[in-house]
């Protein structure tokens, strides 16, 4: 499985985003996805996940109210709209893939990882 991300950029605060997530190779998307990132000389945390149905979604308390995350799986895309940013969103964003349905917050039980998208918000 291979993991393109993209939709990274500078946006000032208050401004919008969306991060794409492209799979291709070996899936059908028949996964749980799940976004994370990695802001400057801090460790990478969980910001969103959803399930291969789209039916369940978690976000981390940080990006509740403001982050959106969605699927497609006819494009084996998934998406994560990004309203309402903040300085504090600055952070290279990784989009992960794991061998379940289901949605997890949690870094290590995901199996594919993409390459990354920066996303810097400038104040």
């Known amino acids: 499985v291979q993991l393109q991300a993209s939709g990274g950029g500078l946006v000032q605060a208050g401004g919008s985003l969306r991060l794409s997530c492209a799979a291709s190779?070996?899936?059908?998307?028949?996964?749980?996805m799940g976004w994370f990132r990695q802001a400057p000389g801090k460790e990478r945390e969980f910001v969103a996940a959803?399930?291969?149905?789209?039916?369940?979604?978690y976000l981390a308390d940080s990006v509740k109210g403001r982050f959106t995350i969605s699927r497609d799986n006819v494009k084996s895309t998934v998406y994560l709209q990004m309203n309402s940013l903040k300085p504090e969103d600055t952070a290279v964003y990784y989009c992960a893939a794991r061998q379940s349905l289901a949605a997890s917050w949690v870094q290590n039980e995901y199996d594919y990882w993409g390459q990354g998208t920066l996303v810097t918000v400038s104040s």
């Open positions: 959803i399930s291969w149905s789209g039916g369940s979604t």
């Open positions: 190779g070996r899936t059908n998307l028949s996964n749980g």
